[in-house]
Nanobody, 122 residues
Framework: VQLVESGGGLVQAGGSLRLSCAAS????????IGWFRQAPGNEREFVAA????????YYADSVKGRFTISRDNAKNTVYLQMNSLKPEDTAVYYC????????????????WGQGTQVTVSS
C-alpha cells in the first residue's frame, strides 16, 4: 500500500497550489480519502475528505470555500485544490485512505502518505 503526495511548495499569500495524492497497492475506489495537515507544534488536523465515488465532500471550516477536494478513480489519484492561501495554511499536508466516509479523525484512516510541505509567505 502506498500513498504519495506531491504538489507542495512555497507560495505567496493569496496564491494557489494543487496537491495530488497517488495511490497504489489497494482497491482505491473502495476507500474514502482524507487530507490532513500538521504545522510545527500543532496536532494533525482534518482538512477535507471525499467519499469513494466522489459524490460527497467534507471540509474543515477553516478551508471551506477556498479548498476543493476531488478524485479520479481511473487514475487512483485525489487532488486538493487550494486557493486564496493564507500563512496559517502553512503545514505538512498528508493524504490518507480509510473506510469511514467523511471521517474527520486521524484514527479512522489506516493508510497514510509521507506528506508534502506547503509554505505560504505573507
Amino acid at each position: 500500500v502506498q500513498l504519495v503526495e506531491s504538489g507542495g511548495g512555497l507560495v505567496q499569500a493569496g496564491g494557489s497550489l494543487r496537491l495530488s495524492c497517488a495511490a497504489s497497492g489497494f482497491t482505491f475506489a473502495e476507500y474514502a480519502i482524507g487530507w490532513f495537515r500538521q504545522a510545527p507544534g500543532n496536532e494533525r488536523e482534518f482538512v477535507a475528505a471525499v467519499t469513494w465515488a466522489g459524490g460527497y465532500t467534507y471540509y474543515a471550516d477553516s478551508v471551506k470555500g477556498r479548498f476543493t477536494i476531488s478524485r479520479d478513480n481511473a487514475k487512483n489519484t485525489v487532488y486538493l485544490q487550494m486557493n486564496s492561501l493564507k500563512p496559517e495554511d502553512t503545514a505538512v499536508y498528508y493524504c490518507a485512505a480509510g473506510q469511514v466516509p467523511g471521517a474527520r479523525r486521524s484514527r479512522d484512516y489506516g493508510y497514510w502518505g509521507q506528506g508534502t510541505q506547503v509554505t505560504v509567505s505573507s
